[in-house]
């Protein structure tokens, strides 16, 4: 078999065997196949796409490269979340103890911001001490005592998909349906838990832009996981405007931290009790109605912040940061922006404003940077609000204050206020199972 042979064959749209996606990615990964016959590849991928039986042998090809974990040492239903990225999106923080605290298991290994996109092991180590590196042993005790454990990936997880996703980075084939289904589902079929819980973001801070795309995509890598024999199921949320008021690492922990407390944002509180709901559906704790109750009962009667707290003090970090915010290290430099004008937001481009978040210090420019846990921004008003001159968008925290312009000039950019309240958006547009979709 020869890759010159496969990469003429998908340019011409042609179907690719089973036995020629293993020779693909097995030669990929060991070195045969060079980064130029793969980029190629990945463009012809890009234009003439791969239909489901492709897709899912591919997923399956790529989980099979590396280490699968058996998570078969913790007891009960192991449920897994996945967000396919978006800014001021910190609901880990807030379902994962909350599905703990209902009775299911969450052994979860989460990754670290990505381009304009925040990640959940990154904001876990603002938390003082936090060991986001736990030995098998400490990692399923933790799961099995408290019901969660949060840990940064280990071990050789899809490294078929490390490899091809650091190319895709670069060769401008990210945003392709079968290549983002493939490289999600094959680190969830790897990671080892029973049932999938996917959040597909839809917008303009999202990779996919349309609704129609997410649906698409949701779609396809619920097929897989039930292919695989796992329960799952995907939302599809908004990523037009930031979850939450809060973007930038301490500042998401205290955000969720207020919404485990029961005095978090609306709409971040609202997204993380469906997610919560449909992890506790899919551990058969209920009907979904049944879960939502559960999960609100759990921020109510406080177990579900208890249950975090343990979690952090389990894995060496200072829980008492979650109780007194003032605790946490501060941003030396702050600056408000002010509105120059009366009006409503009709606008907020969620990509820029996750891209002021990293100008700031919040995410990383380069792979090496390091990260200002304090750094990022609080915003003031959100899509829809009135503002009048003078009041403040929104505050910028960093330890650099040579950014504070160019940051203030990109949040500036990011923003449109108009003359009008523009029509509400909806926070959930669609819940998609294996042959159902659900829309809002
Ligand atoms: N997240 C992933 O893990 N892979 C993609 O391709 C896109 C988002």
Redesign the pocket.
Known sequence: MRMYDLIEKKKRNEVLTDEEIKFMISGYVNGEIPDYQMSSMLMAIWFNGMNDHETTELTKVMANSGDMIDLSAIEGKKVDK?S??GVGDKTTLIVAPIVAACGGKVAKMS?RG?GHTGGTIDKLESIPGYRIALTREEFFNTVNKYGLSLIGQTGNIAPA?KKI?AL?DVTAT?D?IP??????MS?KLAAGSDCILLDVKTGSGA?MKTLDDSIKLAETMVAIGEGAGRRTVALITDMDTPLGFAIGNSLEVIESMDVLKGHGPKDLTEVSLQLAANMLYLCEKGSLEECKKLAEKSIADGSAFETFCKMVKAQGGDDSVLRDYDKFAKAPYQREILSDRNGFITKMDAESIGVTSVILGAGRETKESDIDFSAGLVIHKKYGDEIKTGESLATLYTSKENSLDEAERRYRLAIKIGNDQPKSEPLIYARVELDKIEKF
Do not use: N, Q
């Open positions: 996945h396919t990225g990754g990505l998909d996703y895709r990210v392709c290549l983002i289904a493939s490289s999600i680190k990779f």
